[in-house]
Nanobody, 122 residues
Framework: QVQLVESGGGEVQAGGSLRLSCAAS????????MGWFRQAAGKDREFVAG????????EYADSVKGRFTISRENAKNTVYLQMNSLKPEDTAVYYC???????????????WGQGTQVTVSS
């Protein structure tokens, strides 16, 4: 079992930056791939980024490539999402997730955090 707690959300103007953090409990963090998904109001939850268990491989949605960076510190049981050049369309609740794959297939992720709100104003 893995418990995930996100932090770092908030409101920022377009062009600004935020860094989300996700603290995980449990001894199995370093054996799990990790990911970030987001869900805007009235829309489906969508993949944002994923990272392999040791951090050697990453995957990004086309909409965030070049602007967002996912990373992890296994010694701290923490995964991060650095978000730069934010746009109003990035506004959503961002969810941290753990699973067997770092790709975009939602069913590969087994554990989810409660989410943190990110609002980007124009």
């Amino acid at each position: 079992q893995v418990q995930l707690v996100e932090s770092g959300g908030g409101e920022v103007q377009a062009g600004g930056s935020l860094r989300l953090s996700c603290a995980a409990s449990g001894r199995t963090f370093s054996s799990n791939a990790m990911g970030w998904f987001r869900q805007a109001a009235g829309k489906d939850r969508e993949f944002v980024a994923g990272i392999s268990s040791r951090g050697g491989s990453t995957e990004y949605a086309d909409s965030v490539k070049g602007r967002f960076t996912i990373s992890r510190e296994n010694a701290k049981n923490t995964v991060y999402l650095q978000m730069n050049s934010l746009k109003p369309e990035d506004t959503a609740v961002y969810y941290c997730t753990a699973g067997s794959s770092w790709y975009s297939v939602r069913s590969e992720y087994n554990f989810w955090g409660q989410g943190t709100q990110v609002t980007v104003s124009s």
